[in-house]
């Protein structure tokens, strides 16, 4: 296949995807700062949905828990999403947007429980 004025294409960008059985029980996968386009299950932090260019496309399947957040570098806050106000889809959505901006941001993704 030819490209721009005839030099072959060039992939800016290559994401592997796995099925989520394939990536081990929990992993940590490190967030871009801004808006993350992911829709969680009602009253849990299962991921049903990642919106057309959510960065985390590739990433996070829909199907996987966020088990964990960390943010801030070492000193940084880390919460438990299995339990308490973060353990819902609502209040981790309110976490993810109260640090949006903030760099080092992590998420621990588990398959579904």
């Given amino acids: ?16 995807t796995l099925p989520a059985s394939a990536k081990g029980p929990e ?14 299950e009602a009253g849990s932090t299962k991921v049903i949905k990642l919106h057309e260019g959510s960065p985390l ?3 996070v399947q829909p199907g996987e828990r966020i088990v964990a957040f960390a943010h801030g570098g070492g000193a940084g806050g880390c919460v438990d999403c299995t339990s308490g106000p973060e353990s819902t889809g609502t209040g981790l959505d309110a ?19």
Avoid: Q, W, Y
């Fill in 1 to 16: 296949m030819i490209g721009h004025f005839g030099n072959p294409p060039r992939l800016s960008c290559i994401r592997l």
């Fill in 27 to 40: 992993r940590e996968v490190t967030l871009p700062s801004g808006a993350l386009g992911v829709v969680f």
């Fill in 57 to 59: 496309r590739g990433l």
């Fill in 95 to 113: 976490l993810l947007n109260a640090h949006k901006d903030e760099p080092d941001r992590r998420v621990t993704v588990g398959g579904d429980a």
